[in-house]
């Protein structure tokens, strides 16, 4: 599988993908040049996993509130 395709991928569905991966490679049952691909795979699938959640996270910081917590405001931000 291709690395433009995972950038591609939801958040939901590159940790799917990742729990699939974990789940394969704790059987065991992958030979050892297989069960390497799908490490490297796994660790892409993280890597776009972690910067998914950070840009959600940037997106929340940029929320203005009001004096009772509420939200009035965004502020647009480009995690790209």
Not at 10 to 37: K, M
């Amino acid at each position: 599988m291709d690395e433009p395709e995972i950038e591609t991928l939801s958040f939901e569905a590159a940790l799917a993908q990742l729990e699939g991966i974990v789940r394969s490679l704790e059987t065991g049952t992958a030979p050892l040049d297989e069960s390497i691909e799908l490490y490297q795979r796994g660790d892409r699938l993280k890597r776009h996993c972690e910067a998914r959640l950070k840009a959600a996270q940037a997106r929340i910081d940029q929320i203005s509130l009001d004096a009772d917590g509420k939200p009035v405001a965004t502020t647009s931000f480009d995690a790209g």
